[in-house]
């Protein structure tokens, strides 16, 4: 039960990771039909300009919050300078941009601060906390805890910036109806690389989370981006709070399989993910909150 | 007095295919014009240029200013909405979220709450449904919708596309009526229609345009008494 416990939460934690890299997936391709390969290695690099910060002497929730301020500027740039001149292109062009990009925020990110794994700190206590839970007492990390914590406010304040500001109902417009929203002066175009700052905000939280964890390198977001396109799929790819959802459901059923399948362990967990995508795509493409697109061709 | 919307030599383009070859019009503040004319004639084009979504040639004025040299964002800064074809409805907002976004591009921010018992009063259908996804509305709904949505801008010139396309009569003729009391606060209308028969009993002032060009125009009177331009033209 205590082992349940650990397992339970600590898959709570990292879907939380998943969670986030989902919904900045999500809100990418709602707003624009794109899915961004590069979402992953965007958030490694910011996590890397935090672990220079740190070591340059600041402390923790000060890098943490200008790394945020980074992450913004860096999507809005990107979305800029290398997207819009490609917005009109075919699907697949503007896919093999976004993959273009996540080959170079990784070599480049192994240029500046070389392929050695650097350890990251926590924000939280080491101390892990006793919880008791009817019959015996679980341990559960105090990194864990704080790190859903992390993740249930971040997802709060953006559902709270775009259900209730001015400025989130004419990024929800623009998503949904680039002409019309246009004829009610909405600049769309500046709403899609808000669109992409926000995306680069949630995944740089997702990084500097998941870094205590796994250790920082270039490929620190690797794996993290294959969860978080599970997590996109179960949810939906055209629901934002399915995508969430999903992402806790896959970080728990991954932590969940990994103890007690015996045959999977840690060395097939990953298998898992892929799996997930593979049949949810059979059984309900559409995702388990997604609507079903219906394009007219 | 000069014209509030002054349109010379105007020709418009998509791609290579020109679709207006050099339409001239121009209308007073205050009044109700409706372009009239075929499938294809080049009606819904001609708003389309004034809102500066498709590729033109020719001058467009508003008060004077040029259009132009403008983005279709800007727009709605000379107070000029634009009832698009389609209704243009965001399906995932609330009636309420939508009107909002209406009001987006207007300069005074306030005032909010006195405009959505403005446009309820015009259509109390949709303070009912105010909660409510604008998808799940009907035809009708969404096309009040459209029309109260072009209103939070407070504008100063409604551009209406085709308002009666695939709504049954009794709801065509209530939202014309409404059309009239909206003229009658101050918005001057430029509306385009297939339905030349309502229309003409809605406008004072008419276009007829032909592939890309004016072809006839004056006052709703006189050429709906007229046969032989009715016949000719506007087919009933």
């Known amino acids: 039960m205590e082992i349940f416990t650990q397992q339970v939460v600590s898959g709570l934690a990292t879907g939380g990771i998943y969670a986030s890299v989902a919904l900045a997936l999500v809100m990418i391709y709602q707003a624009t039909d794109v899915v961004n390969f590069a979402q992953g290695e965007m958030a490694m690099f910011a996590t890397y300009i935090c672990w220079s910060m740190l070591n340059a002497g600041l402390p923790y929730w000060g890098a943490f919050l200008a790394t945020l301020g980074f992450a913004f500027i860096g999507g809005v740039v990107i979305e800029r300078v290398v997207i819009r001149p490609v917005e009109n292109a ?4 503007i896919v093999i941009v976004t993959l273009g990009l996540l080959v170079i925020c990784n070599s480049v990110a192994g240029w500046i601060w070389t392929y050695v794994q650097k350890p990251f700190p926590s924000p939280f206590p080491s101390k892990p906390f006793k919880v008791s839970l009817g019959a015996g007492e679980t341990i559960i990390g105090a990194h864990d805890i704080g790190q859903i914590g992390i993740t249930l406010f971040v997802l709060l304040c953006i559902y709270l910036f775009f259900r209730f500001t001015p400025l989130g109902l004419a990024m929800r417009a623009a998503a949904q109806n680039p002409v019309s929203s246009r004829l009610c002066g909405i600049r769309v ?12 905000v949630f995944g740089a939280v997702a990084g500097m989370m998941v870094a205590p964890s796994l250790t920082l390198e270039p490929n620190l977001m690797g794996g993290v981006q294959i969860y978080a396109f599970a997590a996109a799929t179960l949810g939906g790819f055209t629901s934002p709070g399915g995508a969430v959802l999903g992402g806790f459901i896959v970080g728990v059923v991954e932590n969940l399989v990994g103890t007690y399948v015996s045959f999977i362990g840690t060395e097939l967990k990953f298998t898992v993910a892929l799996a997930m995508i593979i049949v949810v795509l059979l059984v309900k493409p559409s995702g388990l909150f997604g609507s079903t697109v219906v394009k007219r061709v | 007095m000069s014209a509030l919307l002054e349109v010379h030599g105007l020709e418009a383009f998509y791609g290579r295919t020109k679709a207006l070859h050099g339409v001239s019009f121009s209308m007073a503040a205050g009044g109700i014009t409706t372009i009239l004319g075929a499938n294809g004639a080049g009606k819904t084009t001609t708003l389309r240029a ?11 004025r508003f008060e004077g200013q040029p259009l132009e040299a403008r983005v279709t964002e800007d727009i709605v800064q000379f107070g000029i909405a634009h009832a698009p074809e389609g209704r243009g409805t965001f399906v995932h907002l609330t009636v309420e979220e939508n009107l909002k976004v209406g009001a987006w591009g207007r300069r005074e921010r306030g005032g909010l709450e006195a405009d959505f018992e403005r446009v309820f009063g015009y259509f109390p259908v949709l303070r009912e449904r105010r909660r409510q996804m604008a998808g799940t509305l009907s035809g009708g709904e969404q096309q009040m919708l459209c029309v109260a949505r072009a209103l939070m801008l407070r504008p100063r010139l409604l551009l209406l596309d085709e308002p009666s396309l695939g709504l049954a009569p009794l709801v065509v003729r209530e939202i014309f009526r409404i059309l009239r009391t909206v003229n009658q606060a101050g918005v001057t209308i430029l509306l385009v229609e297939q339905n030349a028969a309502l229309a003409l009993d809605l406008a004072d002032h008419v276009f007829l345009l032909e592939t890309g060009r004016v072809v006839l125009e004056g006052p709703s009177d006189v050429l709906r008494r007229d046969d032989a331009i009715r016949r000719a033209y506007l087919g009933y």
């Open chain 1, 189 to 200: 175009g500046w709403m899609l690389a808000l669109g992409w700052g926000l995306a680069a």
């Open chain 1, 90 to 93: 075919p699907i697949l062009s």
């Open chain 2, 50 to 60: 004034i809102s500066r979504m498709v590729r033109t040639a020719g001058t467009i």
